[in-house]
């Protein structure tokens, strides 16, 4: 089991920037791929990116990409979401979840969650 914890969600304003941490503990992280998830009031859970085990293999929504860049510090037992550009469409809880088998956009294939970090961009 892998536990999860997300930081570095605030308030920005549009065309900002965040960087979102999500910090494991528990089992090795370096065996799990790992995946970005929002989601904002009233909507589904959606998709952002994943990263797989090595850091070598990532994906996007196309919402967020060319925006968005995820990353991961094995040594460290980090994720990180660099966030650019920030528009109001953005707002949303921004979860990290873990999972040691795909590499896949699916949020039911993920094992472990976090408990989410809250990204408001004002107009």
């Known amino acids: 089991q892998v536990q999860l914890v997300e930081s570095g969600g605030g308030l920005v304003q549009a065309g900002g920037s965040l960087r979102l941490s999500c910090a494991a503990s528990?089992?090795?992280?370096?065996?799990?791929?790992m995946g970005w998830f929002r989601q904002a009031p009233g909507k589904e859970r959606e998709f952002v990116a994943y990263?797989?085990?090595?850091?070598?293999?990532?994906y996007y929504a196309n919402s967020v990409k060319g925006r968005f860049t995820i990353s991961r510090d094995n040594a460290k037992n980090t994720m990180f979401l660099q966030m650019n550009s920030l528009t109001p469409e953005d707002t949303a809880v921004y979860y990290c979840?873990?999972?040691?088998?795909?590499?896949?956009?699916?949020?039911?294939?993920?094992?472990?969650w976090g408990q989410g970090t809250q990204v408001t961009v004002s107009s």
């Open positions: 528990g089992r090795t992280f370096s065996v799990y791929n």
């Open positions: 990263i797989n085990w090595s850091g070598g293999g990532t």
């Open positions: 979840a873990a999972n040691p088998s795909f590499n896949t956009v699916l949020a039911e294939r993920y094992l472990y």
